[in-house]
């Protein structure tokens, strides 16, 4: 993965996807004393930022597909079934029972066709692994793959060059493919990824050196729930050699940045928020221009109207 690969994708995925606002939280500026910005990614016509990998996978297959697949916390779901109708492909999209409702019938609504199977992102990964096998369909991963991450890097072109960059990190398609590109065009930048306490499979992993697998939980963060895959081959290696830093969150912290983003009019899922909550928390101290990613804004409703009457309260 390289920075000619990811310029590129972003050739490619011209007129495809949103290029999001990047704008200034100026509340959280004033307190830390370093400007804080916010990719707002959360503005892309699926609602996060997972539509650029998945565009820049679907434009880059041979002609002649039968359809694609893939396993999804949600958001690459989402991102696929938009892309994949947009460009005439069917798409398939294996979830667990732990993904959200809202995210299920999102992809329904998009034209995907849901499997829901077992209670875990690996268990689905199985499900795309047997269709892959038995039905010909061709796996879009939802991060480790290079057209994936060379997608996701794009937001890293469009960012400048900041002090820190705070990722959320998942599976690390995100985190590896901005890492890339910031990395590229200014080394002392540090990039840092954000992920909750309890599931974090890339944590566990880069502590470990090697991937391994985590119990999922439920989280106010679900997007960023999920293994990365014992055979990890594209993202965990360039987190590994990348990433400065990763950083747990608590599940009050992310609830507090929801709220403080909620505030600002930023209504964001847990995912997305995990910058703040670090920056809120004081477990990253910034030392100049400091970009947090807002990777998505698929939260439940209701789920988000109970957290900010929590803030009235």
Same mark, same amino acid.
């Given at each position: 993965?390289?920075?000619?690969?990811?310029?590129?994708?972003? #050739?490619?995925?011209?007129?495809?996807?949103?290029?999001?606002?990047?704008?200034?939280?100026?509340?959280?500026?004033?307190?830390?004393?370093?400007?804080?910005?916010?990719?707002?990614?959360?503005?892309?016509?699926?609602?996060?930022?997972?539509?650029?990998?998945?565009?820049?996978?679907?434009?880059?297959?041979?002609?002649?597909?039968?359809?694609?697949?893939? #396993?999804?916390?949600?958001?690459?779901?989402? #991102?696929?079934?938009?892309?994949?109708?947009?460009?005439?492909?069917?798409?398939?999209?294996?979830?667990?029972?732990?993904?959200?409702?809202?995210?299920?019938?999102?992809?329904?609504?998009? @034209?995907?066709?849901?499997?829901?199977?077992?209670?875990?992102?690996?268990?689905?990964?199985?499900?795309?692994?047997?269709?892959?096998?038995?039905?010909?369909?061709?796996?879009?991963?939802?991060?480790?793959?290079?057209?994936?991450?060379?997608?996701?890097?794009?937001?890293?072109?469009?960012?400048?060059?900041?002090?820190?960059?705070?990722?959320?990190?998942?599976?690390?398609?995100?985190?590896?493919?901005?890492?890339?590109?910031?990395?590229?065009?200014?080394?002392?930048?540090?990039?840092?990824?954000?992920?909750?306490?309890?599931?974090?499979?890339?944590?566990?992993?880069?502590?470990?050196?090697?991937?391994?697998?985590?119990?999922?939980?439920?989280?106010?963060?679900?997007?960023?729930?999920? @293994?990365?895959?014992?055979?990890?081959?594209?993202?965990?290696?360039?987190?590994?050699?990348?990433?400065?830093?990763?950083?747990?969150?608590?599940?009050?912290?992310?609830?507090?940045?929801?709220?403080?983003?909620?505030?600002?009019?930023?209504?964001?899922?847990?995912?997305? #928020?995990? @910058?703040?909550?670090?920056?809120?928390?004081?477990?990253?101290?910034?030392?100049?221009?400091?970009?947090?990613?807002?990777? @998505?804004?698929?939260?439940?409703?209701?789920?988000?109207?109970?957290?900010?009457?929590?803030?009235?309260?």
């Amino acid at each position: 993965m390289t920075l000619d690969d990811i310029r590129a994708a972003a #050739a490619r995925l011209r007129g495809h996807v949103a290029e999001t606002p990047l704008v200034p939280d100026e509340a959280l500026s004033a307190r830390l004393g370093h400007p804080v910005l916010m990719k707002c990614e959360y503005r892309q016509p699926t609602g996060a930022f997972k539509l650029r990998g998945a565009t820049n996978a679907i434009l880059s297959l041979p002609a002649g597909v039968r359809g694609v697949v893939t #396993a999804s916390t949600g958001n690459h779901g989402r #991102a696929l079934a938009h892309a994949a109708r947009a460009l005439g492909v069917p798409a398939t999209v294996c979830l667990s029972r732990l993904v959200p409702a809202n995210q299920v019938q999102a992809i329904r609504h998009l @034209g995907g066709l849901v499997r829901i199977v077992g209670d875990s992102q690996d268990q689905a990964m199985a499900e795309v692994a047997r269709l892959v096998a038995q039905d010909g369909l061709t796996q879009i991963p939802p991060f480790d793959h290079p057209d994936v991450v060379a997608g996701q890097g794009t937001i890293g072109l469009e960012i400048g060059m900041p002090e820190a960059v705070l990722v959320p990190l998942s599976g690390g398609g995100l985190a590896a493919g901005i890492a890339v590109a910031i990395k590229a065009v200014s080394p002392a930048t540090r990039v840092i990824g954000l992920t909750m306490e309890n599931g974090a499979a890339m944590a566990a992993s880069l502590r470990a050196g090697r991937p391994v697998e985590v119990a999922e939980v439920a989280t106010l963060a679900d997007s960023l729930g999920g @293994g990365i895959g014992l055979d990890n081959r594209v993202t965990f290696p360039l987190c590994r050699d990348l990433l400065d830093d990763a950083i747990l969150l608590t599940e009050a912290e992310i609830a507090a940045a929801i709220r403080h983003l909620g505030r600002a009019g930023h209504v964001v899922e847990g995912a997305a #928020a995990v @910058g703040h909550a670090a920056l809120l928390a004081g477990k990253f101290v910034p030392r100049g221009p400091t970009v947090t990613i807002l990777s @998505g804004g698929n939260i439940d409703p209701a789920q988000h109207a109970r957290l900010m009457q929590e803030d009235a309260a």
